[in-house]
């Protein structure tokens, strides 16, 4: 049986119910300053907490959401300002009766009193900013509309916060001013100067993270920007790695199905427009011709196809794998530029299915010490700027491998294992199915599998083939040899 | 006996038929690599596809049967097909396609093999040629030898005629028929041959299969009779063939009549009654020939003579008079355009409008069989100088298979298994004769005159090569030869047959190079992508069709109704998986009209046809930017014919043309023609592409008016990155009431007046 305890040996993790018994200490914030990067399908949000102890002893700070930003967040890392390591964070799970949601950080240190120290949250939001309107026809442009809370809540007091909003391109449509802030900030709460819109300061913000103030002096906030490029959704993602050792080939293939997420086309797709926009060199800012996709380095035997057949339109420049140990210094690509049948107008569909073989050696070794292999799969290609809604891995593991164990870069929503039955296999060959859901650009981090094929598994298939020749032989020697006819006299 | 030159000596006759049947293997394994290899050029010039258009539909059926099983597959009903009428697909269609590569895909997949049904439908007809090869060799070898047979099956390997309906991914009911044909012809031959039950049966189990496989085995249910007729006539009966003919026909019609699609046809319609009656007739004739045996009287043989006649025309009296009376249905019209080339276009312009229904072009014989279309004369003639029973098959079956191969572009196909038999026999006749080693026996008194040819070329060549054995002149007179020997033809000396042989050789290397370029140029393009040259010279991919199909797959409600001229059918239903109105089972010859009134009429009568049937989207294929001459404007005359003939009051092909009988689409076309909604769809915002310059059609090479037409009953949705596919979405009924051409001029009116107030308001200001 498979072991299916992941080792986790990542740094941050966000359990989804978590059985220890919180403890809160006391904090005061003196500024919380939270800026918003503006974009498609992916919003950028960094919040920076300075905070200072109100008692001694501070092992962890408390970060609230709101219910609302907890949902489009799928992604979440809190620092110590200016450091790399990622702290450890502790969800307090699900409360959503409240309207928010806490999470604890762990401190590397423990503060002591009036100590100070700046936490910087950094979260993306997925599926933030709409398309608003929410048509377009094919040469209106697109313009996206970002909602979210004035106030950056916390469960502390706080002395002074701001909020910046930084759009892509200096054009910002519109954004809403709040009002009735007086008890907060004599100035206008809300200034614009060219790509950044600042809400606040607003001063002696007390502790925001309770149902009271949520209710009463929270209020939305909305931004509506233009934005440039097409707004990409994976509305589903299934990627199979096929490990074989006899023919040493490590195979990706993801089945993609792809969304344009900008503004419905409003009317029809004019091919004359289209040309004229291409001629003119002023294309569309929702409408989708390609994506360029980075691929790994050395692979080989690319495919791209869907369900009708290979799409003859796609070019890929392959860069050959760089020996092991230049490998971390020098990244390489293989670059795939890949363009859909037709080009992809707001709301529309495109699937795909993208393939690729590659030396397993570029990603497996052989750990003599334990007699295992471990191999890496990485959990996908990033596409720029894209999120990606469902997302199913399925890795598939040498017939008759055992002692499967594997990491992963943070949990999956759920995890499986089966059987998968192909090329001449007698007995299958274990695969194991992580789905995840909602990965954004930061999600590029890779599966480790490790496992123990034994002689005899390898030597599973060239027998099983051996014995199937040898049987039809036998069967035609034997076959040869008798004599059906009624009359043998005469067959000659 | 003298020699040209020495055989090796001293081996034992078991090594010399163990090698000669090794090499036999071998040299047919090698025949069946070179037939599936040269079926693969458009796998390896383009990708695995199913090309062209029937074959969609059977990928699409065999689909259903590999993922649903065969008793679905059985029961299917298509809704999608033939909208809002629905297509039983099981009980008119010819399973034998779909079930053998049904059962390939599950042995393959009952072995752990997960190969693509795909990628089992493109190579079935590679596949299936190698088996054809193999069963050519066995129809050849009960002809003359295994050396012919092996030449046969070379011939049948390459032959264009062949690989134009077998090619990698033409995925047809041909693909399988070919075989068939070739395997229950050697199985007849062989029960024949040996009066053998059991080759009648086996004969019966592959015409079933045939059935099973192909509108074309009538060709069988017709040969096989005719075949027993003429040897009949030929007074050649023998209880051989009366044992070979009824088992044949008793289990391969009971077997038949088992494919839902074919039923009682075998004992209802003109088309199989030939065979029933020989079946009668044979049984008369073995019963006279029971009763002769026990009788001796001259007189009375006779009368049984007479009686056997007399009951032959009452026979056939018989079946016409049921054919009258309508219990057999009469011949179809598929049939009669068999016998008047001239038929089809009269009253069934649908199957004139195909193609591969059109009569034979000249040209085409020497493209599909380069060499063997002059082999085949002379093999025929040489099967008449043996004349033994299955000779006679062979030349009828070549009277009847060039016969129908004039009349019929795809029945070419029919004609190339005999073709390449008979250019084998040939072929083979004349190198046994050269290869032959045997010198002929010079009697005496001919001797002056055929050594003075002889030693000068002897002579001649016979310097060169040293070790080249004296013969000629001075060993002939030595051999005293005797009456018997003189009788026997040959060839003397060695340079005669080198000549021969090089020269024979010669010729077969350029059928060789004929066949691969024929095949490579000319048959091995998929016609769903088109392939173009970059300026580099590299290949460009045009890949209109699957774009816009595609789209409609991705980006269409999945219920939307897709009309197009019926060419398309089967692509849009395999491809975009949308129901469509009519496609290339054209069993409905009103509703294709109807498609073809929506195409040629205005606007005004085509908007409630198009929303009678639902239709939310119109499909066209135009050619006129990048010069792509299959369009739907070309096929634009054969819509109108069809449609005329149901409504010949309302559409009138004449008035298509210009004053002139000029098939125009530029400033000169017809008032007809402008209006029609095929034309305005074609042309929708053509000129504008040009950007004020000169429109060009460069199909027709006419230069288009500067104002194209317009629509107002329906929107562009889609149109392919060459213009090659457009797709027009079907409006909906005004919500006020108004036609749709008034509501449209309306709005386009009321946006000029709305102008209006708002820079008075603006002057206010």
């Known amino acids: ?246 023919g040493s080939n490590l195979n990706i293939q993801d089945e993609i199905r792809l969304r344009n997420g900008g503004p419905e086309l409003k009317g029809h797709f004019s091919r004359l427009d289209h040309q004229a926009q291409a001629f003119y060199k002023r294309p569309s800012p929702h409408v989708l011709p390609g994506l360029s996709l980075h691929l790994p380095a050395g692979i080989r035997n690319t495919y791209f196809y869907d369900i009708i057949g290979n799409v003859s339109t796609s070019h890929l420049r392959v860069a050959p794998a760089p020996p092991r140990s230049l490998r971390s210094r020098t990244p390489q690509y293989s670059v795939l530029d890949l363009r859909p049948r037709y080009p992809l107008l707001g709301g529309w569909n495109y699937t795909f299915t993208l393939g690729w073989d590659s030396d397993l050696s570029d990603s497996a070794v052989y750990d003599s010490k334990s007699g295992k292999y471990i191999v890496k799969v990485p959990v996908m290609t990033l596409i720029p700027g894209a999120v990606v809604n469902q997302a199913e891995v399925t890795i598939i593991l040498p017939e008759g491998a055992t002692d499967v164990d594997f990491s992963l870069p943070w949990p999956a929503v759920s995890t499986s294992s089966s059987t998968v039955t192909t090329y001449l296999d007698t007995t299958g060959r274990p695969a194991l199915t992580f789905v995840y859901e909602r990965l954004t650009t930061r999600h590029d981090g890779d599966i480790y599998v490790s496992y123990k094929v034994p002689l005899s598994a390898h030597l599973k298939k060239p027998t099983a083939v051996a014995t199937a020749f040898m049987g039809l032989f036998v069967l035609t020697l034997i076959g040869r040899r008798i004599n059906l006819s009624l009359h043998p006299s005469k067959t000659a | ?256 009549m088992q494919v839902p699609f074919v039923g009682f046809q075998p004992v209802k319609t003109s088309e199989h009654m030939a065979a029933l009656g020989v079946f009668g007739l044979l049984q008369i004739i073995a019963f006279s020939q029971l009763v002769r045996s026990h009788l001796s009287s001259k007189q009375f043989q006779n009368l049984l003579f007479v009686a056997v006649i007399g009951t032959g025309i009452l026979g056939s009296l018989a079946i016409v008079g049921l054919t009258y009376k309508g219990w057999i249905a009469p011949w179809t019209g598929r049939f009669y355009s068999l016998w008047d080339t001239g038929y089809a276009k009269k009253y069934i312009p649908i199957i004139a409008s195909v193609s591969e229904h059109q009569p034979t072009a000249w040209p085409s014989f020497f493209m599909d069989l380069q060499l063997l279309m002059f082999l085949f004369p002379a093999g025929v003639f040489l099967c008449f100088k043996q004349l033994r029973d299955e000779h006679v098959f062979v030349i009828i079956y070549a009277v009847v298979g060039s016969y129908f191969a004039g009349v019929m572009v795809r029945l070419m196909l029919t004609l190339t298994p005999v073709v390449c038999v008979s250019a084998a026999v040939a072929l083979s006749t004349l190198l046994d004769t050269y290869i032959d080693p045997v010198e002929p026996l010079v009697p005496e008194e001919a001797a002056p005159s055929a050594s003075g040819d002889d030693s000068t070329t002897t002579s001649a060549s016979g310097s060169k090569k040293a070790k080249k054995p004296v013969f000629g002149l001075s060993e002939s007179t030595t051999t005293q030869s005797t009456p018997k020997l003189r009788t026997r033809p040959g060839i003397f000396g060695l340079d005669a047959r080198l000549v021969v042989i090089f020269n024979a050789f010669g010729m077969l290397s350029f059928f060789v190079f004929h066949c691969t370029w024929v095949t490579s140029n000319a048959y091995s393009s998929p016609s769903v992508v088109l392939a173009s040259a970059n300026p580099d010279g590299s290949q460009h991919i045009i890949d209109d069709f699957r774009e816009a199909y595609y789209w409609l797959r991705q980006n269409t409600p999945e219920t939307s109704v897709v009309m197009s001229w019926w060419d398309y059918g089967y692509q849009i239903a395999g491809m975009a998986d949308r129901p469509t109105l009519v496609d290339n089972n054209t069993w409905n010859n009103t509703h294709i009209a109807t498609v073809g009134k929506a195409m040629s009429s205005t606007e005004e009568v085509a908007y409630p046809i198009l929303r009678k049937h639902d239709v939310d989207y119109v499909l066209v294929i135009f050619g006129g930017l990048i010069g792509y001459s299959g369009d739907d404007i070309n096929k634009f005359l054969w819509m109108v014919r069809i449609a005329q003939g149901v409504w010949p009051d309302e559409i009138q092909e004449p008035n298509y043309f210009t004053p002139h009988g000029e098939y125009r689409v530029d400033d000169q076309a017809s008032t007809t023609m402008k209006n029609s909604l095929m034309y305005k769809m074609s042309y929708y915002r053509f000129a504008e592409l040009f950007g004020g310059g000169q429109a060009m059609d460069r199909v027709r090479n006419q230069v288009m008016p500067k104002h194209g037409p317009t629509l107002d009953y329906l929107d562009e949705a889609f149109t392919s990155e060459n213009w090659i596919v457009r797709i027009f979405q079907v409006k909906k009924e005004d919500l006020l009431g108004r036609d749709l051409k008034s509501a449209n001029a309306f709005s386009q009116g009321k946006k000029r007046k709305r102008s209006k107030p708002t820079v008075r308001r603006r002057a206010i200001v």
């Open chain 1, 1 to 246: 049986m498979l072991r299916l305890t992941g080792s986790l040996s990542l740094v941050f993790l966000t359990l989804l119910s978590s059985t220890h018994a919180h403890h809160s200490y006391s904090f005061e914030n003196t500024a919380i300053v939270r800026q918003v990067e503006l974009a498609g399908s992916l919003v950028q949000v960094v919040t920076t907490y300075a905070v200072k102890a109100l008692e001694k002893d501070a092992k962890a700070y408390t970060i609230a959401l709101s219910s609302n930003d907890k949902e489009k967040t799928s992604w979440l890392e809190a620092k110590v300002k200016g450091q790399q390591q990622a702290l450890l964070v502790r969800d307090h799970g699900t409360e959503p009766t409240n309207g928010y949601h806490l999470i604890d950080v762990e401190l590397p240190k423990p503060l002591g009193l009036n100590e100070t120290l700046n936490i910087v949250l950094e979260t993306i939001q997925t599926h933030a900013a709409k398309p608003w309107p929410a048509s377009a026809s094919q040469n209106d442009e697109q313009s996206l509309l970002f909602k979210t809370d004035l106030f950056v809540i916390s469960p502390y007091q706080t002395l002074v916060q701001r909020s910046k909003m930084r759009s892509p391109t200096p054009r910002i449509v519109d954004f809403m001013e709040p009002k009735d802030l007086e008890a907060f900030t004599l100035d206008t709460p809300a200034t614009k100067s060219s790509a950044t819109i600042t809400y606040g300061p607003f001063n002696n913000i007390p502790p925001s993270a309770d149902e009271n103030f949520l209710s009463k002096t929270q209020q939305p906030i909305s931004v509506q920007y233009m934005y440039d490029h097409p707004v990409l959704e994976v509305s589903s993602l299934k990627r199979a790695a096929e490990i074989s050792h006899w």
């Open chain 2, 1 to 256: 006996m003298s020699m040209a030159y020495p055989l090796p000596s001293g081996l034992s006759p078991a090594t010399v038929t163990n090698t000669a049947s090794l090499i036999r293997i071998v040299t047919l394994a090698l025949i069946s690599g070179a037939a599936i290899a040269s079926r693969l050029f458009a796998v390896i010039n383009f990708e695995s596809i199913i090309h062209e258009f029937d074959p969609w539909f059977n990928f699409r059926a065999t689909k259903v049967l590999a993922s649903q099983g065969f008793y679905e597959f059985w029961n299917w009903f298509d809704p999608t097909a033939w909208y809002p009428l629905g297509r039983v697909v099981g009980g008119t269609i010819y399973p034998g396609l779909m079930a053998t590569s049904g059962v390939i895909y599950n042995i393959l997949h009952a072995l752990n093999l997960p190969v693509d049904i795909r990628n089992i439908c493109v190579l079935l007809a590679p596949g299936f040629s190698a088996l054809t090869a193999w069963a050519t060799y066995m129809f050849t070898k009960e002809l003359k030898d295994e050396s012919a047979g092996l030449l046969a099956a070379a011939f049948i390997g390459i032959a264009p005629g062949y690989i134009s309906r077998s090619v990698a991914g033409s995925y047809d009911n041909e693909a399988i028929a070919i075989f068939l044909l070739m395997f229950t012809f050697y199985c007849w031959i062989k029960a024949l041959k040996q009066g053998s039950a059991f080759f009648g049966m086996l004969a019966g189990v592959f015409y079933f299969y045939m059935v099973a496989a192909w509108g074309g085995y009538a060709f069988i249910t017709n040969m096989i009779p005719l075949h027993a007729l003429i040897l009949i006539l030929m007074g050649r009966f023998t209880s051989r063939l009366y044992v070979g003919y009824s088992s044949w026909y008793a289990i391969g019609t009971l077997a038949s």
